[in-house]
């Protein structure tokens, strides 16, 4: 789906403080409904708008949507790389067995085995299977056992398992998180309007209930964060005086795809709260602190960046 397509959200709160303001109002809603009848705030409209918040709150949320595809990814990483030291076991043997300078070392000389990627090591293991075949006598007596060949054959095949999921999860996450952000838009549009038409209803004859019916409009100050991660690691960047619902948004905007979350160090591997934001230079994943695992009386203050993939990754996070 095109980048040009993804409806942004037009308003400023976080997805929890909609569902709490929808809930607040439509008390004030069914309070007053006898009065603002005449206002077009029927039965009918309070119960339509109750509707579309159950609706929302049915969806999954971003971070659900993109798990299966992040899950995936680390599973490919560590099948990567598992298979990368296991065929290195083998390199190691030929070495044993016939010294780099040796004729039948020839098949085995492959430079910087643990860093190849995926596809080029699943190439490799033919490779390997049928010289380490040939030659199962000679290396047998310096340790190879041919269930070390059956291993990664098998762990290239689970490899290639792996890689097949990831572009169909991407385009259903897409597709849910337009569906998910036109409901929002259209579910504070008509809060919106309903608490412009009590406030107007009342603004002359009861200032207590007239202000009930206004909308927090102050804008928070936004922070910046940006930079870009270099592939396969992990980058931290400031974030201070927050609270659990400070709003945060963010987008990558060149790489795959990153994950964004608060840990107990500058080091602390991904949670089930991290944030999975993949390359939309036009679109902005949003959440809140707490939603990213942020915890000041626990420590839990570091904001981290995590690229899981060997390109690297330029981001932006607004903060507040």
Do not use: W
């Not at 569902?19 to 809603?29: M, N, P, S, T």
């Not at 990814?73 to 030291?85: D, F, I, V």
């Not at 039948?104 to 390997?128: M, S």
């Not at 949003?286 to 981290?304: E, K, P, R, V």
């Amino acid at each position: 789906m095109k980048t040009s397509k993804v409806v942004p959200l037009t308003f400023s709160c976080s997805h929890d403080d909609l569902i709490k303001l929808c809930i607040e109002k439509e008390g004030f809603f069914r309070r007053d409904q006898a009065e603002l009848m005449s206002r077009d705030i029927t039965t009918k409209r309070i119960d339509d708008l109750v509707a579309q918040r159950e609706a929302l709150t049915a969806m999954p949320p971003y971070v659900i949507e993109n798990r299966g595809y992040i899950l995936a990814q680390r599973a490919c990483e560590a099948k990567r790389s598992t298979l990368a030291e296991k065929i290195i076991e083998i390199q190691d043997i030929a070495v044993n067995t016939f010294t780099k300078k040796g004729a039948k070392y020839f098949a085995f000389n492959v430079l910087a085995i643990n860093k190849l990627p995926e596809n080029t090591l699943i190439d490799l293991v033919p490779v390997f299977v049928h010289a380490g075949t040939e030659n199962i006598i000679p290396m047998g007596v310096k340790g190879l056992k041919a269930g070390m060949l059956t291993t990664i054959t098998s762990l290239a095949s689970d490899l290639v398992t792996l890689q097949q999921a990831p572009p169909l999860l991407l385009s259903v996450s897409n597709t849910a998180t337009i569906n998910r952000h036109e409901s929002e838009n259209a579910l504070y549009v008509e809060i919106t309007n309903m608490s412009q038409t009590g406030h107007i209803f009342y603004k002359k004859t009861d200032k207590v209930k007239a202000k009930d019916y206004v909308l927090d409009s102050s804008i928070p100050k936004v922070t910046d964060r940006k930079g870009i991660v270099k592939g396969n690691t992990a980058a931290t960047r400031k974030a201070a005086n927050l609270t659990d619902r400070t709003r945060i948004r963010a987008k990558v905007s060149t790489g795959i795809i990153l994950e964004i979350y608060f840990g107990m160090t500058k080091t602390t591997m991904p949670t089930a709260k991290a944030l999975i934001v993949e390359n939309n230079p036009n679109k902005f994943a949003t959440t809140t602190a707490a939603d990213l695992g942020y915890d000041l009386a626990g420590g839990i203050i570091h904001l981290i960046i995590r690229n899981l993939n060997k390109e690297d990754a330029k981001f932006l996070i607004k903060i507040g």
